[in-house]
């Protein structure tokens, strides 16, 4: 049983930064992994980054060198630092914990890259 709260969304200008927070609570445990999802309207929601429990990160390709997944392990914390923001990152993003077999997710909260 895991609960997921983000926070961080904004309204930003292209080339600009945001820095997203989920904090998680309940049994998480020693082995998951922890995840960015977004989705837009009309879309599929596609993956964004993620981070093991052994601190491995992984992104996807068109995000690689502007966002850093990280977690705070203290503050039972996953972030996402997001730089040079384009209008494309435009979505609702979520924060996802899967240990297996089990996924929880938070809410979401609204990411928008415009002038």
Do not use: H
């Not at 930064?17 to 879309?43: D, H, N, T």
């Not at 068109?62 to 039972?76: A, H």
Request: proline share 4%.
């Amino acid at each position: 049983q895991v609960q997921l709260v983000e926070s961080g969304g904004g309204l930003v200008q292209p080339g600009g930064s945001l820095r997203l927070s989920c904090a998680a609570s309940g049994s998480v445990g020693s082995l998951y992994v922890m995840g960015w999802y977004r989705q837009a309207p009309g879309k599929q929601r596609e993956f964004v980054a993620s981070i093991t429990s052994s601190g491995i990160s992984n992104y996807a390709g068109d995000v690689k060198g502007r966002f850093t997944i990280s977690r705070d392990t203290s503050k039972n914390t996953l972030e996402l630092q997001m730089n040079s923001l384009k209008p494309e990152d435009t979505a609702v993003y979520y924060c996802n914990v899967l240990v297996p077999p089990r996924s929880f997710w938070g809410q979401g909260t609204q990411v928008t890259v415009s002038s």
